[in-house]
């Protein structure tokens, strides 16, 4: 008989990632467990667990994703259970469960970006970004360069339909964006590495 995975296994399931040599491993250091401490002090006691998304977002930020490894250490820092806090990272599109590239493309595919050009787009960043768009799933809709450099994920609106279609490039935001763009954006942001 096959071993049934556990819940928060099945949640959580990572893919590993190229993307990962540009991020610091996960790992519980007293300063990350002080750091956490102070968002939880932030919140009343009884109410802990209100923290839980504010550390999701510090982790995420640091180490680019939330690995499973992670989940029951936040559980214990705002004292909740690991189900609760692998139910938050998997609700909310924008918090990662498989490791990212270092440069990460968010592209809109809402209808305004759709009508304007964003499902071009995206198949356009893939081929130059070696990903095929295949991998672009509902269950792991981010894919990976194969050498780790960049990512890329189709969003919802990024909140600029007037002016689409929109990219995001890690927390940079890009409007009217044509191939054009897009090659020179990857050169530039090439460089930087
Ligand atoms: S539809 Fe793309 S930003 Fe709103």
């Not at 998304?53 to 989940?71: D, F, S």
């Not at 360069?145 to 007037?162: K, Q, R």
């Amino acid at each position: 008989m096959s071993e049934q995975p556990n819940a928060i296994d099945a949640l959580t399931a990572a893919k590993p990632s190229p993307g990962e040599k540009y991020f610091p491993k996960f790992q519980v250091t007293e300063e990350l467990t002080a750091e956490a401490a102070k968002l939880v002090a932030l919140y009343p006691e009884g109410k802990e667990q209100s923290a839980v998304l504010p550390i999701i977002h510090m982790i995420q930020e640091k180490h680019g994703y939330i690995c499973p490894e992670a989940m029951p250490w936040i559980a214990e820092m705002c004292k909740s259970t690991p189900i609760h806090v692998a139910g938050v990272v998997t609700f909310y599109p924008g918090i990662h469960t498989t490791c990212p590239g270092k440069y990460h493309f968010r592209v809109c595919r809402t209808i305004a970006c759709a009508l304007s050009g964003g499902e071009e787009l995206l198949a356009y960043i893939c081929g130059k970004i070696g990903v095929n768009p295949a991998e672009l799933t509902d269950e792991h809709p981010m894919a990976v360069s194969p050498d780790g450099l960049w990512s890329i994920e189709p969003v919802e609106c990024l909140a600029n339909c007037g002016f689409g279609p929109n990219v995001m490039i890690n927390e940079t935001l890009y409007s009217q964006v044509t191939p054009k763009m897009i090659d020179k954006l990857i050169s530039e942001y090439s460089k930087k590495d």
